[in-house]
């Protein structure tokens, strides 16, 4: 089982991550999560006790009591799925016409994301960090250059990537190659140890 990369057009991400979830398959996009307040809130706290045992918030929203939350999507139109190459036919008809699966570089088979790969995007993506950056659909999402380095300590310890110049900072960088790619901001060389790479085989 791998992972792919989906581009989902007309801001359908939220509709088609709930069509993976009703196939049974495993989605992921990263987000961030933004309280809502005020009259929002009021006015979903009423749909709530209006329509008990309904589903009057989908997936845009999560209700933590006595907290709701907006899902705000970090990087517009980017889905990832983890199925068996089998269950990607499937996908790839339905999102015909509304977008796209990643193919690999010489545009012969969908890209297939390790887990690997993924782990580490997530770790980043997901951390709260501040001061994240994403890139997508860019040359910097190919970028691999010099030692891989991995974080030591604080929210982002242990992930893993390369360190590039971005706007006069060297940040570390995290890629799904030809996807998707974070900058975190200037992490001290001291919070930063080399990480010795397997030779390919």
Request: neutral net charge.
């Amino acid at each position: 089982m791998d992972w792919y990369a989906l581009k989902v057009f007309y801001n359908k991400v939220f509709d088609f991550e709930e069509q993976m979830r009703r196939r049974g398959i495993e989605s992921y996009f990263p987000v961030r999560r933004e309280e809502v307040k005020g009259e929002a809130y009021l006015r979903f706290r009423r749909e709530m006790a209006l329509s008990p045992g309904e589903d009057v918030l989908g997936s845009r929203y999560i209700f933590e009591e006595p907290h709701l939350y907006k899902r705000i999507p970090l990087v517009s139109s980017l889905l990832f799925i983890h199925c068996e190459k089998a269950e990607l036919k499937g996908v790839r008809e339905d999102i015909e016409g509304k977008g796209f699966v990643y193919m690999n570089a010489d545009w012969t088979a969908p890209a297939r994301i390790s887990e690997k790969e993924m782990a580490a995007f997530r770790l980043v993506a997901d951390s709260g960090a501040s001061g994240l950056e994403f890139f997508s659909e860019d040359p910097i999402t190919r970028f691999k250059a010099g030692a891989r380095v991995r974080v030591k300590d604080g929210p982002l310890k242990g992930a893993e990537g390369y360190i590039k110049r971005i706007k006069k900072d060297r940040r570390l960088l995290v890629a799904i190659a030809g996807v998707v790619a974070v900058a975190t901001t200037y992490i001290p060389p001291s919070e930063l140890e080399i990480v010795e790479e397997a030779a390919e085989a």
